[in-house]
Nanobody, 121 residues
Framework: QVQLVESGGGSVQAGGSLRLVCTGS????????LGWFRQAPGNDREGVAV???????GYTDSVKDRFTVSRDNAKDIVYLQMNNLKPEDSAMYYC???????????????WGQGVQVTVSS
């Protein structure tokens, strides 16, 4: 059974940075892509950044050049470094794992509990 636990959320002013950390368990290495999704009130959940087992990455357009996803396979940890944060980045952020690398939430197999990110202007 895969379990994902996020940490690192919080409140920051626009232009600031945060790093989200997701620690996994359950033989994730080599088996699952990992990713970060977010959901703001009234919005659908969207894929923000994903990283495959071999390190290939994908980002939604709105975060390219600002967010960086990385993973430590030895520790089953995935990171999301978020720089130059904007108020529109405010949302609940979820760590995710799945067998098919995709930013489509329907293809996610496992979810973390989520952490709140709030960016004030």
């Amino acid at each position: 059974q895969v379990q994902l636990v996020e940490s690192g959320g919080g409140s920051v002013q626009a232009g600031g940075s945060l790093r989200l950390v997701c620690t996994g368990s359950g033989y994730i290495y080599g088996n699952y892509f990992l990713g970060w999704f977010r959901q703001a009130p009234g919005n659908d959940r969207e894929g923000v950044a994903v990283i495959g087992c071999g390190g290939a990455t994908g980002y939604t357009d709105s975060v390219k050049d600002r967010f960086t996803v990385s993973r430590d396979n030895a520790k089953d940890i995935v990171y999301l470094q978020m720089n130059n944060l904007k108020p529109e980045d405010s949302a609940m952020y979820y760590c995710a794992a799945g067998s098919a690398m995709s930013r489509n939430p329907a293809l996610v197999s496992y979810w973390g509990q989520g952490v709140q990110v709030t960016v004030s202007s």
